[in-house]
């Protein structure tokens, strides 16, 4: 059964607020310096005169951390460190002054018809023997990874994830079909929590690191999944262009072209033009579709753009209440994340000026977003709540006891990255640690992958006659939106 009875959540968005956090002391010689961290925390630092803002993630804040020469010294993450930097470095392990915020990872859709009162149960029940995880193939799961949460290409050409499709199209609203689910690329903590929760190894559409040549780019992530779409206009200047491919040959190609096509999952890396950030540009994609067939995930942020909604999880709403107490199923801890080793130790020649100047700015700033004494809460819980996030109390005071999930126990680390998988055909970028959604391993680097196998009986396919079906089966249209093997 793929649904459950439950209410929408139904908020307004909270204006977006440009604030300039600049720490306790004054603009130096050699500032700004660059701050590396999780994109989602960008708005803490938005018109700082001391610091500029890296959005590389919480994996580049890692490196910068731990470099041969440390060049950051507190780090905005969206996630733990990982176990093996904990590993390395226990003292790190992060305590309540750390986390400094919540959020809640939401599925965003446009408003419902009066009297909707049924959404999908997109979680199903949690699984006993993996605490705070979902049951493999749920819902969601299905539709965002495939079966098994696998991404490869037969397990989001399996017929348990058309089904998934289907009747998540039924239930939101009653479409016809889903156009598009829009995600947010690999560096995000909304996409760790998703994968985290809904058992998604893999996501359908393929790898999205979400960085070309350095900088943020739509057109660095595969368009790997084998559910074709129409590819997104961008003629209007309303989107920033997404990958589009003649699938399967994952040759990228622009929107209107001859089998040009775009998959059911989109890694979007790149704000839309004249949005501030990801999680309105995906809310406004989702609220602009005159046809209701758009769905996205990301930071609770997005619902509460006027006209969209977030469906409860399991019956339960991604309110601040819920994600409070943990009871809403995808919610998350922000950290600012601190280590131990001054930025420039063990530079050739000692450290310089400009190092100590440095350390001294982020050590400043992180005492003015966590010590009591300098403001702590009170600096910072406004900016959270001017842009979206949820602060761990409603009065500034420092969060205590078991129902507070900014207090309720030493945060998990998080778990290694797993390989990266890029679109069957697609060209990787790191080697050894690329996986294909065939469910081969890639070659060495630079890693193409093997193309997709054939679908057997049943399956998904693409093209006429046999098309992407094996040896004796013919690509039909099931007049559902739609081909299989027959």
Not at 368 to 387: E, H, K, S, Y
Request: proline content about 7%.
């Amino acid at each position: 059964m793929y649904y459950q009875s439950c209410t929408v959540l139904r908020t307004s968005l909270v204006s977006m607020l440009v604030v300039a956090v600049t720490g306790s002391v004054g603009a130096m010689a050699g500032s700004p310096w660059t701050l590396v961290g999780s994109g989602d925390l960008a708005f803490l630092f938005s018109g700082s005169s001391q610091f500029a803002y890296d959005r590389s993630g919480a994996k580049a804040a890692e490196t910068a951390l731990l470099g041969p020469v440390p060049t950051l010294r507190i780090a905005p993450m969206v996630r733990n460190f990982k176990t093996s930097v904990l590993s390395a470095h226990p003292n790190w392990t992060p305590g309540q002054q750390n986390i400094i915020g919540l959020e809640a990872a939401v599925i965003v859709e446009k408003n419902a018809a009066s009297g909707y009162s049924k959404c999908p149960n997109l979680a199903a029940a949690l699984d006993s023997t993996a605490p705070g995880k979902a049951q493999v193939d749920t819902l969601l799961g299905l539709v965002l990874g495939g079966k098994g949460g696998a991404g490869t290409s037969s397990a989001c050409r399996h017929p348990d994830r058309l089904a998934a499709v289907d009747a998540l199209a039924g239930w939101f609203g009653g479409i016809y079909f889903i156009d598009h689910f829009y995600r947010r690329d690999d560096r995000s903590g909304a996409t760790s929590t998703m994968k985290e929760r809904f058992r998604i190894q893999y996501f359908c559409n393929g790898g999205a690191p979400g960085l070309l040549a350095g900088v943020d780019s739509n057109l660095a992530n595969a368009d790997g999944d084998p559910i074709r779409r129409t590819c997104v206009s961008e003629a209007t200047g309303t989107y920033t262009k997404t990958a589009c491919t003649l699938y399967p040959a994952a040759t990228p190609c622009t929107a209107g072209d001859a089998g040009c096509t775009q998959g059911l999952v989109v890694a979007l890396s790149e704000k839309d033009p004249v949005m501030p950030d990801l999680d309105t540009s995906i809310a406004r994609r989702v609220r602009l579709d005159s046809y209701n067939q758009t769905l996205g995930f990301t930071g609770r942020a997005a619902s509460r753009q006027t006209g969209n909604a977030a469906p409860n999880i399991n019956g339960i709403s991604p309110n601040n209440f819920n994600v409070r107490t943990s009871a809403y199923f995808a919610a998350r801890r922000l950290f600012l994340n601190l280590s131990d080793i001054p930025i420039g130790t063990s530079r050739a020649g000692g450290r310089t000026t400009d190092d100590i100047a440095n350390d001294q700015a982020q050590l400043d700033l992180y005492a003015w977003m966590t010590d009591p004494v300098l403001g702590g809460r009170f600096n910072l819980d406004p900016l959270l709540v001017a842009n979206g996030f949820i602060p761990c109390t409603d009065d500034y005071s420092d969060p205590a006891g078991p129902g507070n999930l900014c207090s309720s126990q030493i945060p998990p680390p998080s778990g290694d990255d797993p390989r990266v998988c890029i679109a069957a055909g697609g060209v990787g970028d790191n080697g050894a640690s690329l996986c294909c959604p065939s469910g081969q391993p890639s070659p060495a680097s630079p890693g193409v992958c093997p193309g997709p196998s054939c679908s057997p009986m049943n399956d998904w396919c693409t093209g006429s006659g046999q098309g992407t079906c094996c040896a004796g089966l013919t690509c039909t249209d099931q007049g559902t939106g739609y081909s299989a093997c027959n």
